[in-house]
């Protein structure tokens, strides 16, 4: 509700304008009333109204002097004019104060009415541009982070130039950083990202990625200045700098203006301590690792640009180096001025054709060598290289599963498989990944080529059966063990075995022991738990679950079932 002063020194004025106007009809309420200018501006001080009537001439101060002091006082209050002087000067004074009209006494109340409907109107417009104003500075308040990283990002990507417009936008979003300053920029690449994708629901990995973003926050506060910020998916991009002022670290990370940083020549040395706590705390606090890429040092945020480029290149090196390393464009063993060549090395009909023959063959060791060759010959392609390389695996596995539709070996092991390599490919990050899962794939195939072509299929499942016979008391006996007795992968053993009998070496095992289980039981001698440590488990407990489940009795129950 709007409030209403009447400032008039005829007693008949105020009264009428006080009793005989409906005000609430205009959302208004009547505050009070001054019979002088002097009075009516204490009462303006103390009522702060939004509306005021006022007579022009009064006796002490008139109406536009009152009106000259309120305007440079409250320049919102809305100021209307009741005058009995139709004086053009007076109307002139009025609009010179910005009176909202005036007003001729008599009071017309027609005329008032339109008249205060009409301030209405504009103090509602003014509450209304008011309250939408509040609205975006507290949206834009909302919004600052995103647009901090906004600004951030372009930084890394474009750099900024010098001028007053660059530093007018650094101190809007309170980044403080000097334009000149000795700047780096590191990029912290978190290892095999995918699978953390797959662990989390979509609210739980903006939370995780914002630990990760505040534990990097953090640690650069501890050691130099600056921010960071989440680019890519995976990727936290920081720009930091050590100015000419800048507190040195002493010790153990304690601040200490003007003091030179004990164990660290200059900022450089601190920059990989930096990187080094990063890569730490992110291991011991999120249980993740990363790899961390750093540019070269600039002079300005204009130049930050190349230091991004560095640093991302230094970090995407981690595909043929490894994870979990601190990485430079040095680490890299790269001449910063060479020049990639493309086309230096292609997986040609040549190639595929020696692959493919040697998996015809099914020579292990030929294929081993010549995997080999291969990945030391995609480790070269170092720009652009990962991708190429998914690309050659992608052809081999297709080469692959023709190879063995041709043969009639494929089956729905061997498609679920090919299904899941198909999946992970895209999920490996170094070249050593990719190796192992193209080999093991292959390896697989080789292995069925070669026990077809020799027929020792049945001989080596005759051989795992031997080993089960001979070592099912032993209660760490797996396919693993099996396998490495009979110098093939467990994957291979387990294909091969099912393939041959139906069943699956653990299912083979766990049928092997129960017999052996019965037979003891038939002896009264042999306590329970005597026979369960006698035909591999440790647990009584489990092996009695086991037995039920593939007797249909306890193994109690079964003993008394054959003395009866």
Do not use: C, Q, W
């Given at each position: 509700m709007y409030k209403l002063l009447v400032v008039d020194d005829e007693p008949a004025v105020r009264l009428g304008l006080r009793n005989y106007v409906d005000w609430g009809q205009f959302d208004i309420r009547f505050v009070g009333e001054a019979d002088d200018g002097d009075t009516g501006l204490e009462a303006v001080e103390r009522l702060m109204p939004d509306i005021v009537l006022t007579d022009v001439r009064m006796p002490n101060m008139d109406g536009i002097t009152l009106s000259?002091?309120?305007?440079?006082?409250?320049?919102?209050?809305?100021?209307?004019?009741?005058?009995?002087?139709?004086?053009?000067?007076?109307?002139?004074?009025?609009?010179?104060?910005?009176a909202v009209d005036y007003i001729l006494k008599p009071v017309n109340l027609q005329?008032?009415?339109?008249?205060?409907?009409?301030v209405v109107a504009e103090l509602q417009e003014v509450q209304t541009e008011r309250r939408m104003t509040q609205q975006m500075q507290a949206k834009l308040q909302e919004s600052m982070p995103l647009l901090r990283e906004k600004f951030?990002?372009?930084?890394?990507l474009n750099g900024a130039p010098r001028g007053g417009r660059t530093q007018e936008r650094l101190d809007f979003l309170g980044l403080g950083l000097p334009y000149n300053a000795a700047y780096w920029v590191i990029v912290v690449s978190v290892d095999r990202f995918a699978d953390i994708v797959e662990k989390y629901t979509e609210r739980d990995l903006q939370i995780f990625c914002y630990a990760i973003q505040n534990v990097c926050q953090e640690v650069v506060r501890q050691y130099l200045q600056g921010s960071v910020f989440e680019h890519r998916s995976g990727e936290f991009v920081g720009i930091v700098y050590a100015d000419q002022g800048h507190a040195c670290l002493t010790g153990a990370g304690q601040a200490s203006a003007g003091s030179t940083p004990i164990g660290y020549d200059d900022p450089e040395e601190l920059l990989f301590e930096l990187a080094s706590q990063l890569r730490d705390h992110l291991q011991r606090f999120l249980r993740i690792s990363v790899t961390i890429g750093l540019g070269d040092r600039v002079s300005n945020l204009g130049e930050l640009a190349g230091s991004y480029e560095q640093a991302r290149e230094a970090a995407a090196g981690k595909w043929y180096l490894g994870q979990n390393q601190i990485l430079t464009m040095d680490s890299l063993n790269l001449d910063k001025r060479e020049t990639f060549d493309e086309r230096s090395y292609r997986f040609d009909s040549a190639e595929s054709g020696k692959l493919i023959s040697i998996l015809k063959g099914g020579e292990p060791r030929q294929l081993g060598l010549a995997l080999d060759e291969l990945f030391d010959r995609l480790a070269r392609q170092r720009r652009g290289g990962l991708k190429y390389s998914r690309n050659v695996i992608l052809q081999i596995v297709l080469l692959a599963g023709q190879l063995m539709l041709e043969l009639n070996l494929a089956d729905e092991e061997l498609e679920r498989r090919e299904s899941w390599l198909w999946e992970e490919l895209f999920k490996q990050e170094t070249i050593a990944e990719l190796r192992q899962?193209?080999?093991t794939y292959l390896q697989e195939v080789c292995g069925r080529i070669g026990e077809?072509?020799?027929?020792?299929?049945?001989?080596?499942?005759?051989?795992?059966r031997a080993i089960i016979e001979r070592r099912y008391a032993d209660n760490k006996l797996t396919v693993s063990e099996i396998g490495r007795e009979v110098y093939l992968t467990d994957t291979y053993i387990s294909l091969l075995f099912k393939q041959e009998t139906g069943r699956t070496v653990n299912e083979w095992l766990t049928q092997y022991r129960m017999e052996k289980a019965k037979e003891l039981l038939a002896n009264p001698t042999y306590k329970l738990y005597d026979i369960c440590y006698a035909v591999g488990y440790a647990d009584p407990?489990?092996?009695?679950?086991?037995?039920?489940?593939?007797?249909?009795l306890t193994p109690s129950v079964y003993r008394e079932t054959r003395h009866i």
């Open positions: 000259k002091e309120i305007r440079k006082r409250f320049p919102d209050t809305k100021i209307v004019f009741v005058s009995g002087h139709d004086d053009s000067d007076y109307l002139k004074s009025a609009m010179k104060v910005s005329e008032l009415r339109t008249v205060i409907a009409r951030l990002l372009s930084l890394i899962l193209l080999e077809r072509r020799s027929g020792r299929a049945s001989n080596i499942v005759e051989r795992v407990s489990y092996f009695s679950k086991l037995f039920k489940k593939v007797t249909g």
